[in-house]
C-alpha cells in the first residue's frame, strides 16, 4: 500500500524554523515528483514547492522563495521541507503529494497531477 507520511509540524515563533518530513512507504520515491502543499483556515490549498523525480529540478511559490529549502534523501525514502524565517501567513496544514510523471524541465513539477497524498501536518507561526 503506497502511503506518505508527514512529521514535523508545530508551533514555532515568528523567525523560527522547522523542517518537514514526507516519508514514503510502499514504493519509492526515487522518480516521482514531490510536492509540498498548504491550505490555511479558509483559503485554497497552494503549491509551496516541489522536487522533479527525472532531474531533481525544484520550483516554489514567490511567497517561500529564498526562505524554504525542499531536498530528498532516497536512500531514507524522505524528501524534507527545510523552512526558515517563518512568518504568520505560514501557518497553514502542510501536505506532500507524490506524482507518478515525475517531471523534469519540459515538463516541470507544478504543472503535475499529484495522485498520492499524505494525511498533513499542522504548522502554527505565532508568537
Known amino acids: 500500500q503506497l502511503q506518505l507520511v508527514e512529521s514535523g509540524g508545530g508551533l514555532v515563533q515568528p523567525g523560527g524554523s522547522l523542517r518537514l518530513s514526507c516519508a514514503a512507504s510502499g514504493f519509492t520515491l526515487d522518480y516521482y515528483a514531490i510536492g509540498w502543499f498548504r491550505q490555511a483556515p479558509g483559503k485554497d490549498r497552494e503549491g509551496v514547492s516541489c522536487i522533479s523525480g527525472r532531474d531533481g529540478s525544484t520550483h516554489y511559490v514567490e511567497s517561500v522563495k529564498g526562505r524554504f529549502t525542499i531536498s530528498r534523501d532516497n536512500a531514507e525514502n524522505t524528501v524534507y521541507l527545510q523552512m526558515n524565517s517563518l512568518k504568520p501567513e505560514d501557518t497553514a496544514v502542510y501536505y506532500c503529494?507524490?506524482?507518478?510523471?515525475?517531471?523534469?524541465?519540459?515538463?516541470?513539477?507544478?504543472?503535475?497531477?499529484?495522485?498520492?497524498w499524505g494525511q498533513g501536518t499542522q504548522v502554527t507561526v505565532s508568537s
Open positions: 503529494a507524490a506524482a507518478e510523471r515525475g517531471g523534469d524541465s519540459r515538463n516541470p513539477c507544478p504543472g503535475l497531477e499529484y495522485q498520492y
